[in-house]
């Protein structure tokens, strides 16, 4: 029986999972990693839904990244099949292309602009901010208000249950504007999804004799009787603090999964709806995926201002409060805080794997290109490591009891 761990990981989404399978087969430490979700790989799980296909439990992940470190690390443990995301917005009855291009601005307004007209066009509407704080301020700098109201205003109102003006202007600036006519969502250097879908990715990365795997379980039920050196702390950081100051807010999300009989859904894997319904997004996986399947599912994203949080809220009053918080943590003897939620910003898995990556280095004590050097798995093997823990048992994965 193993006594204690080198370390004890909360959460195997990207950030614990990442940190655990450097630990472990970098530096040969032992690792426990515990989850209270009954799976692996946080929000990026997907599994086969009762129709046999392949559905992201937790809405629509899409992989891009311009930093070929991060691509590179994750290639280790995926193939990849390339895809390159495309959005519709059903805006005034129509689906038009989002990010707003030169088709949107011609198919919406029945015109025939050239790119050079369309910068003209967008320049004579745009109401200058200066400076550019809010997401607001984003939107109407580059369009104006009637552009923003079509395609931004009525969403955001909806995702975040803030107006534009009160989130900081990293939110809708996320989303371009093109004066061409490509209607890629991102335009990142590599873009695709794991060719056996992103559970069996994380299944190939845990696949350690020193990672041990406890789902089904909060750390605080753990926390006492199994002890460890250090621990990495990847939940929301107020809760971990037990709110000392105050909760952070979080925006929540209810995921609506439909099967329907019929081979396609949607011309796209996402339309957004901005100003008609609840939801925000309809996903239709199979475009995601490529699966081919007579049956299709799809994913509606409900915005909830309760329940499991999803978003850190990005404005001012909150990254105040966080201050408190990250001032704490830093303070916090043997515990490391990484991932979307522990450090309350809002990041793409890339970024997270990156965050995570660079966590490790400085527990190694190397830079991160060496940190990544270190023990590198050769090549991707195939795995039969349990991804899902299977009621009621909640160990999976090399047993507690194994060395
Ligand atoms: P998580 O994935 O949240 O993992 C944290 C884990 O910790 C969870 O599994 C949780 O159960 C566990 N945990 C928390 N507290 C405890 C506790 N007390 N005890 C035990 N376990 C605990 N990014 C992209 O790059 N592309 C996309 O297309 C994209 N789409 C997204 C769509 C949606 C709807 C959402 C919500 C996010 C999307 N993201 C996307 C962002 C992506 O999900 C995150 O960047 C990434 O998954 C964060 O990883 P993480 O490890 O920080 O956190
Ligand atoms: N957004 C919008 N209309 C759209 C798409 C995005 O107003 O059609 C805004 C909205 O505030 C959203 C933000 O831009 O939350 C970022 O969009 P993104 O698609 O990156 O959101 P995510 O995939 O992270 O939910």
Known sequence: MIASFDYVIVGAGYAGSVIAERLARGLGKQVLIVDRRPHIGGNAYDHY?????????????????????????????TEWRQYQHKVLASVDGQLVPIPINLDTINKLYGLNLTSFQMEEFLASRAETRDPVRTSEDVVLNKMGRELYEKFFRGYTRKQWGLDPSELDAQVTARVPTRTNRDDRYFTDMYQAMPKYGFTRMFATMLDHPNIHLLLNTDYREIKDVIPCKEMIYTGPVDEYFDYRFGKLPYRCLDFKHETHNMPQFQPVAVVNYPNDYAFTRITEFKHLTGQEHPKTSIVYEFPQAEGDPYYPIPKPENAELYKQYQALAADTEGVRFAGRLATYRYYNMDQVVAQALTVFSHIAGVNRAEALELKKMPKITTVTFPAVAKKPGRMVGAALSAS
């Open 49 to 77: 839904d009762d129709a046999g296909i392949l559905v992201h439990k937790y809405g629509p992940h899409i992989f891009h990244t311009s930093c070929k470190e991060v691509f590179d690390y994750l290639s280790r443990f």
